[in-house]
C-alpha cells in the first residue's frame, strides 16, 4: 500500500505541472524547450520534497509533533491552493531559461509542502522524491504535447482529478489509526 499511495501522491503533485504545461502547449513550444522545462520540473519536484522533509525532521526534532497531523495539515493546504486555483488563467509567455525555472518552481512548491509530513507515509525518502521526479517530469512532457492538439477546458478537468485524489487521500490518512 506503501508505494501505491507514493504513486498516487506523486500523480497527484504532477497535474499542476500537467495543467500549465497543457496550457502552455497550446502555444507551439519548440520540442527543446519542453524536454529542458520537463526535467527542469522533475529535478525541482526531488529538491522540494528533499528540503520539505529535512525541514520537517528538523522541526521534528525540536517538536514532537505527530507527523501524521502535519501530513494532514500539509493534505488540507494543498487541497485549498489547487481548489482556489481551480479559476486562475494561465498568461502566455515564451520559455527563456528564467521562464522555464520559474515554471518549475511555482509546480514544485506542493512537493515541498508534502515532504515536510512524507515521513509518515514511508521512511524511504529518496524512493519517494525518485517517483516524484519520475511523474512530474513525465506529466510536464505529456502536458506540453497534448496541449498542442486539446483545447484549453481540458486543464480545469484535469485539476479537478487532482483534487479528488488529494481529498481521498486526506480522507484515508484521517481515518487511518496511528
Known amino acids: ?21 497543457l ?3 497550446l502555444l507551439n513550444i519548440p520540442k527543446k524547450n519542453i524536454i529542458l522545462t520537463s526535467i ?10 528533499t528540503l520539505g522533509h ?10 514532537k509533533i505527530n507527523s501524521k497531523y502535519v501530513l494532514i495539515l500539509v493534505l488540507i493546504i494543498i487541497l485549498i491552493e489547487m481548489i482556489k486555483s481551480l479559476n486562475e488563467e494561465f498568461e502566455e509567455h515564451n520559455l527563456n531559461l528564467i521562464n522555464i525555472i520559474i515554471f518549475s ?13 512524507l515521513i509518515y507515509i514511508t521512511n524511504k525518502i529518496i524512493l519517494s522524491a525518485i517517483i516524484f521526479t519520475f511523474l ?15 483545447n484549453k477546458s ?11 485524489l488529494i481529498f481521498i487521500l486526506l480522507m484515508y490518512f484521517i481515518c487511518k489509526p496511528y
Open 136 to 150: 512530474s517530469a513525465t506529466f510536464t512532457f505529456l502536458g506540453f504535447l497534448l496541449g498542442k492538439y486539446l
Open 154 to 164: 481540458i486543464g480545469k478537468k484535469v485539476k479537478i482529478i487532482g483534487i479528488i
Open 105 to 117: 518552481l511555482l509546480v514544485s512548491f506542493d512537493s515541498f509542502s508534502l515532504g515536510i509530513g
Open 1 to 21: 500500500m506503501e508505494i501505491i499511495t507514493i504513486i498516487l501522491l506523486g500523480i497527484s503533485l504532477s497535474l499542476d505541472a500537467f495543467t500549465l504545461s
Open 40 to 49: 527542469s520540473v522533475g529535478i525541482f519536484h526531488f529538491i522540494m520534497t
Open 54 to 63: 529535512n525541514l520537517g525532521d528538523l522541526i521534528n526534532k525540536i517538536v
Open 23 to 25: 496550457a502552455y502547449g
